[in-house]
């Protein structure tokens, strides 16, 4: 790495000398001999790239590029590095971190329509996926960013974990079981399984917190087990809170975006799994001149209705 001035100057130079080399070879073979040109270029390439990487750490030009993006997930393993690693593994990530913050910010709000997560750029070191909200959807709700807190505590969940006590630090950082529960659940899918030849994650960026040590540890398969263990005991000391309700209205509005529906004078919304949706669809009144009454049974949860089943009373 490089640390002072001297160096500096010393890896512009090198940096030079080595383009100016792999533009010569360029010249000599690319056309003449591609397959020649390719394997003689390859260590060039490797050499300008590192250093290229030193330059940028030591200029402030890597620092500026995470500023792209609030939330980082720098991905770490054999073979996972930028340029080679497997575009299944990159896109599986993506739906993992997608799917963990629309999935925790619906259970945790009354937002009707849930934002999405906007790819914002890639980093090098390692492989690093940036993450952000797209600006129209950076909008107070109730004087709260809903979805950035979400990032935050998804974030704050999964490195709690790593702690030397991780009972006691999700417990402080999350002190309703319910929310505690959610978040954890959801955390557990920024961290990889001993199977995943991603071996670490590590998460940055602006919204994500660091523990009490300073530090922001590395996510690794062994916190799952952590991570399992107390939502075990989550879902009992939950399941002894959940009080079971049963409605019955005429359901008028429905999101099958994010599976929330409202029956009619009913003010609290109604969370459904995909598997219910069909259940769902079938109580939906088609002719709202002759509206049916559906029969809602579920469990009260923070701020939602979570549905147990659904069906139309007939008339």
């Not at 330059?55 to 996972?80: C, H, M, N």
């Not at 930028?82 to 937002?111: N, Q, Y």
């Not at 939502?231 to 359901?251: A, F, I, P, T, Y």
Request: charged letters at 30%; aromatic letters at 8%.
């Amino acid at each position: 790495m490089i640390s002072n001035e001297i160096e500096y100057k010393q890896a512009k130079l090198t940096l030079d000398d080595l383009e100016g080399a792999l533009f010569e070879l360029k010249q000599e073979l690319s056309e003449s001999n591609p397959a020649l040109y390719e394997s003689l270029a390859f260590p060039y390439l490797k050499d300008i790239e590192k250093l290229r990487r030193e330059i940028d750490e030591y200029t402030g030009v890597s620092l500026a590029q995470t500023e792209k993006a609030p939330f980082w997930l720098r991905l770490i393993g054999e073979g996972i590095h930028f340029g080679d690693t497997s575009a299944k593994i990159i896109a599986e990530w993506i739906s993992r971190t997608v799917d963990a913050f629309k999935s925790a910010l619906s259970e945790t709000s009354e937002m009707v329509d849930i934002p999405d997560l906007k790819f914002a750029a890639v980093a090098d070191r390692s492989f690093g996926i940036g993450f952000k909200l797209p600006e129209s959807q950076l909008d107070l709700f109730e004087g709260r960013n809903l979805a950035e807190e979400t990032l935050t505590k998804l974030s704050l969940a999964a490195i709690s974990l790593a702690s030397d006590n991780p009972d006691a630090e999700m417990e402080q950082n999350f002190p309703d079981p319910r929310e505690r529960e959610i978040f954890l659940e959801n955390a557990l899918n920024l961290i990889p399984s001993r199977q995943s030849p991603v071996k670490e994650v590590e998460l940055s960026g602006r919204l994500v917190p660091k523990l009490r040590s300073g530090l922001r540890p590395h996510l690794v398969a062994e916190l799952r087990e952590k991570g399992d263990s107390i939502l075990e005991k989550l879902s009992e000391l939950v399941g002894e809170k959940e009080e079971k309700v049963v409605r019955s209205g005429w359901l008028f509005r429905v999101n099958f975006k994010n599976n929330h529906f409202w029956l009619k004078d009913c003010g609290e919304p109604f969370h459904f799994e995909t598997g219910l949706a069909r259940k769902v669809k079938e109580a939906l009144d088609p002719d709202k001149q002759h509206p049916h009454i559906a029969e809602v049974k579920g469990i009260r949860r923070k701020n939602v209705i979570e549905v147990l089943s659904i069906r139309r009373l007939e008339e």
